[in-house]
């Protein structure tokens, strides 16, 4: 089975920075369409930057673009996301995700979490004014 397990959030002031890890276990991790959603009280769930299995193709809402980066390491089956320049309104639980069908290999998982097959638990990040 395909777990997925996050770390690295925490408490920040705004302008900081953190990085969030995400390792894959229990199958091959390339196949897999990786990304970073994040839920923010009261709010829906929002696909924030997703990585496609295929061509690496990257996708990044408009909030956080040039300001957050998603990479991964196929070596420790692990994708990253790093945050910079955060606000208090970055402040949400981060949650991985994973997919290994046509959103997953098309790139497209931010923008249809119905094809998300794995979550992870979600990782806090606080971002103090």
């Known amino acids: 089975e395909v777990q997925l397990v996050e770390s690295g959030g925490g408490l920040v002031q705004a302008g900081g920075s953190l990085r969030l890890s995400c390792v894959l276990s229990g199958d091959t991790f390339d196949d897999y369409g990786v990304g970073w959603f994040r839920q923010a009280p009261g709010k829906e769930r929002e696909g924030i930057s997703c990585?496609?299995?295929?061509?690496?193709?990257?996708y990044y809402a408009d909030s956080v673009k040039d300001r957050f980066t998603i990479s991964k390491d196929s070596a420790k089956s692990t994708v990253y996301l790093q945050m910079n320049s955060l606000k208090p309104e970055d402040t949400a639980t981060y949650y991985c995700?994973?997919?290994?069908?046509?959103?997953?290999?098309?790139?497209?998982?931010?923008?249809?979490?119905?094809?998300?097959?794995?979550w992870g638990k979600g990782t806090q990040v606080t971002v103090s004014s």
């Open positions: 990585m496609s299995s295929t061509d690496a193709t990257t």
């Open positions: 995700a994973a997919d290994g069908g046509p959103a997953g290999a098309m790139g497209v998982l931010c923008r249809v979490p119905a094809g998300v097959d794995y």
